[in-house]
């Protein structure tokens, strides 16, 4: 069965740092691509970062890029979300994804995804 959690979320002010996680169970996350994706109240699910998981290339939305860096770690089978100079609005529900199968040159879609993360709640105050 595959799972993904995600961890590390909390509540900060703006300027902070604040470093997500993903843990990967339940199958090889080799081939895969992991994307991060947000969702703040009352918006639309948004892609956030991706890596491909063999080759470590990184992709990211305009709004986090510079900011924030998506990494993984092989040997704990995780991948990371780290984001600095965080902002009001980047408040949201994080949540980590996973699709294999599919090459991607840019951003993602939720609909791109197979499997999916319950989420990590990320609040940043003014």
């Known amino acids: 069965q595959v799972q993904l959690v995600e961890s590390g979320g909390g509540l900060l002010q703006a300027g902070g740092s604040l470093r997500l996680s993903c843990a990967l169970s339940g199958r090889t996350f080799s081939t895969a691509t992991m994307a991060w994706f947000r969702q703040a109240p009352g918006k639309e699910r948004e892609f956030v970062a991706r890596i491909k998981w063999s080759a470590g290339t990184t992709y990211y939305a305009p709004s986090v890029k510079g900011r924030f860096t998506i990494s993984r770690d092989n040997a704990k089978n995780t991948v990371y979300l780290q984001m600095n100079s965080l902002k009001p609005e980047d408040t949201a529900v994080y949540y980590c994804?996973?699709?294999?199968?599919?090459?991607?040159?840019?951003?993602?879609?939720?609909?791109?995804?197979?499997?999916w993360g319950k989420g990590t709640l990320v609040t940043v105050s003014s």
């Open positions: 994804a996973s699709r294999t199968g599919i090459i991607i040159l840019g951003a993602m879609s939720p609909g791109d995804m197979d499997y």
